[in-house]
């Protein structure tokens, strides 16, 4: 005969003993509030109390905005619209190294590189972006793009306005984007500042264009109108972008309908 393990569960009188009950909610002490009562009088006011609140605020100034009556007051840090940004003699910030695109988290933005080329040159070092794209139907305006641009080409204005006439009117392209020209810039391709290299642009050692690259420019495009340097040369010389424009007419005409002045 084998000997046969102790059973371990087994009460001294022999099978298994009963689980243990857990508490019920009238076992349990009473609740006591923390908060103190209230005495019959805040009582008897109570349920009115709350227009208290209301009254109060019948005679302060109203912090309405008037948009679009006028200017929604919007503050300097704001991250609206998207800019790509030019050097001081025009040439573009944007490499089309891409960086903003892998960043976005909603892959709104769609990049192509181009190699820069001695006659056609459009920004600073090797390479440009030929093709830039903003899907504004699936941005965030979160910034992370801005944050990943290694030249500082990408950043974001205040404006807010973003309407399209379609779908794809919410693509903005390149030209959509990119800065108008300041004093000082010309229209690229044109050649670099001489003698510099594109870390002397990133430096901010290039403070605008030169008589060497207007020559050059002369040369090769006579009728350019930022030649004559005048206000409306450099806005001639840069179109607005197709959609850009299509997005200008509806929010004047929003704007006109809400009763801006
Ligand atoms: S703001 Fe955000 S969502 Fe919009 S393009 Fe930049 S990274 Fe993408
Ligand atoms: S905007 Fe900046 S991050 Fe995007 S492709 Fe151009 S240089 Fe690169």
């Not at 857990?22 to 349920?47: C, E, I, K, N």
Request: aromatic residues 8%.
């Amino acid at each position: 005969m084998t000997d046969q393990p102790e059973d371990v569960t087994a009460s001294p009188e022999g099978g298994i003993p009963a689980p243990e009950v857990p508490p019920t909610p009238a076992d349990m002490p009473p609740y006591v509030s923390a908060v103190p009562g209230r005495g019959a009088l805040a009582s008897f006011f109570a349920p009115i109390a709350g227009f208290g609140v209301s009254f109060g605020n019948m005679f302060r100034p109203s912090v309405t905005e008037q948009y679009p009556r006028e200017p929604a007051n919007v503050k300097p840090r704001f991250h609206g619209r998207h800019q790509l940004n030019r050097h001081p003699d025009g040439l573009e910030k944007c490499i089309g190294c891409e960086l903003c695109a892998w960043a976005c988290p909603a892959d709104a933005i769609y990049v192509e590189a181009a190699d820069n080329t001695p006659e056609e040159q459009y920004s600073p070092g090797e390479r440009y972006g030929r093709v830039y794209q903003i899907n504004y139907l699936r941005c965030i305006l979160c910034g992370y793009c801005i944050e990943a641009c290694p030249t500082r080409a990408l950043t974001m204005t205040n404006d807010f306005e973003l309407a399209g006439p379609t779908r794809a009117g919410l693509i903005w392209e390149k030209q959509d984007l990119l800065a108008g020209l300041s004093e000082g810039m010309l229209t690229p391709p044109h050649p670099m500042v001489e003698g510099t290299t594109d870390v002397d642009y990133y430096r901010g050692e290039v403070t605008g264009a030169t008589d060497a690259q207007r020559d050059w420019v002369r040369e090769h495009r006579p009728d350019d109108p930022s030649l004559d340097g005048t206000p409306e040369g450099l806005a001639a010389a840069v179109p607005v972008g197709e959609t850009r424009a299509a997005q200008q007419k509806i929010t004047a005409a929003a704007r006109r309908e809400g009763g801006a002045r």
